[in-house]
């Protein structure tokens, strides 16, 4: 989301759920992203090979905003020493305070 904010038309992530995996794919056209979410039965295929599970259209606000407050609420659930017992990560701070940070300065632009 982070690198969609800063101005990257594409960028993906991918969630493993062995042998299974969710790939969200996230395209950046003007204000809105479009995501689309696939199903893979192995997380090293090729889009074509997944089933398209869900595809919207969301303003890059409400994307950006969703994200932040979903990540939010796994801290706030499973605290951070939690969440790697659960998924064995890291919790990604650095990454949702580099978010929050864009964000914010997405929503508020500098005058000068």
């Not at 493993?16 to 204000?31: H, K, L, M, Q, S």
């Not at 790697?84 to 508020?108: N, S």
Request: glycine letters at 10%; charged letters at 30%; one cysteine or more.
């Amino acid at each position: 989301m982070a690198r969609l904010l800063a101005g990257e038309p594409e960028t993906r992530a991918q969630f493993e759920a062995e042998p299974t995996a969710y790939r969200w794919i996230f395209y950046r056209e003007g204000a809105d992203i479009w995501t689309r979410v696939l199903e893979l039965r192995h997380g090293g295929d090729h889009d074509n090979k997944g089933t398209e599970i869900r595809s919207s259209q969301l303003g890059n606000d409400q994307l950006a905003r969703t994200v932040i407050r979903c990540f939010d609420e796994v801290a706030q659930t499973y605290g951070e020493s939690g969440y790697r017992g659960k998924w064995g990560e890291h919790f990604p701070r650095t990454e949702l305070e580099a978010l929050r940070r864009l964000w914010g300065t997405h929503q508020h632009p500098r005058t000068t």
